[in-house]
């Protein structure tokens, strides 16, 4: 979604007919489909091409209640040249519920995880955080059941930056 302030000149202003809508944010939104948990390993999530993007939110929600079992989840950043990063760590999943919601923050932290009808005060102070080239993963540390659907908007930094469902 563009934000755009209206009747606002550009600087430098260079005459009277010089107002023109400035582009204040883009979000760009895509959505993984619902996916069983993967089993002892790593899904991939969204694939990242053409350039660094900047993720605003990253968003997962429990769509089949999750096995009561033990089970970390986290996420990682896994670019094409370089090294694997957690983006999130280790959140035990056991028994979550449909409609509960998973997010990341960016920063390395563990992901943060609510019961379904709950809402999520800290992640809203989270800073957006770059993803370069490469795929955005979900692992888990044990074999449950269970499915999560998740949501990512996100604004391109360099000018072919595209994520798309993996």
């Known amino acids: 979604m563009a934000f755009?302030?209206?009747n606002q000149a550009r600087l430098p202003a260079s005459g009277p007919n010089s107002a023109t809508p400035i582009l204040l944010s883009q979000w760009i939104h895509v959505a993984k489909a619902s996916a069983t948990v993967p089993a002892t390993t790593t899904q991939n999530l969204f694939t990242i091409s053409g350039g660094r993007c900047l993720v605003k939110l990253l968003l997962g929600e429990v769509t089949t209640i999750i096995q009561t079992q033990a089970n970390n989840?986290?996420?990682?950043s896994v670019p094409t040249t370089g090294s694997a990063v957690d983006v999130a760590t280790d959140l035990n999943i056991s028994a979550f519920e449909a409609g509960a919601l998973l997010v990341a923050e960016g920063d390395g932290t563990a992901l943060i995880g609510t019961s379904a009808g709950a809402g999520f005060a800290p992640a809203l102070n989270a800073l957006p955080w770059v993803v370069p080239i490469g795929t955005l993963r979900c692992e888990t540390s044990a074999t449950n059941t269970g499915a999560i659907k998740w949501d990512l908007w996100?604004?391109?930094?360099?000018?072919?930056?595209?994520?798309?469902?993996a």
């Open 154 to 165: 996100y604004q391109p930094l360099d000018s072919s930056g595209r994520i798309v469902s």
């Open 4 to 6: 755009l302030i209206k």
């Open 73 to 76: 989840l986290k996420v990682t």
